[in-house]
């Protein structure tokens, strides 16, 4: 086993976010969430604070280059692709690996992103794909919580995401949102060795800060996934064992 223990991360304060004015208004529809009508009332400059740090990326044909989203999803002990079980993905980014859910499972998937240059790629992708079973919505899910109209999930996917300032302020944000015995899917660039893309060494997630934050929450071990075609990536699983 590779050495995942060498940088922990998490460690270092949260930002104080500015302020952020949403106005939002929400309403079911077949497909699942309708956000009919959302601003963001911040300046550009605001918005890029409110990102995850060290969270720019690279050209789209490039990144995809760098890991098979299938092998990696196909890692993780998720709900039976026949099921009709519901998926959450933090941060979709090109939507990389929303496509590959919505190709994989027959369940519904809610995709969220903070840039709305995200929100647009990921939809036209699915658009074009005819894929009918993902949504994608822009909100700063890491300044606040999702909307009450999301329900539950079975399986949330946070990749390329723990790096951020305060892992554990987004676990307790997300955590309520997770069915008991769901799936919480950590899915990172390596932090025992330099990689092509992702952030400073010192800040990528550790096994061993995976071991503290599910004693810290009450989620079952982590278990480390066998990921197929990701050479440059490390991923845990594990389930919430409690209700919260």
Known sequence: MADFDRHPAGRVSSRNFHRVTRWAKLSRSAGGLDFTRAWFDVSRSEAQLMKVRDSGMPDES???????????????????SASAGRFLELGCGYGTFTLAMAKHFHG??????????????TRDRLSDAGLKNASVYQWDFVAADLPDECGQY???????????????ALLGRILPRVR????????????????????ELPIRPTLSDYRRWSEHFHLTSPIEAVLLDCPHHFAVYCRKSEPT
């Open 108 to 121: 519904r998937i809610d995709a969220f992103d903070i840039d709305p240059a995200m929100v647009r790629r």
């Open 154 to 168: 079975d399986f949330v996917a946070f990749f390329h995401m723990m790096h951020l300032e305060n892992p554990e």
């Open 62 to 80: 490039y990144w995809e280059t760098l890991f098979d989203p299938t092998g990696a999803l196909e890692a993780f002990p998720v709900v039976d």
């Open 180 to 199: 008991v015995g769901g799936i919480l899917a950590f899915l990172h660039w390596r932090p025992d060795r330099a990689t092509p893309r992702g952030p």
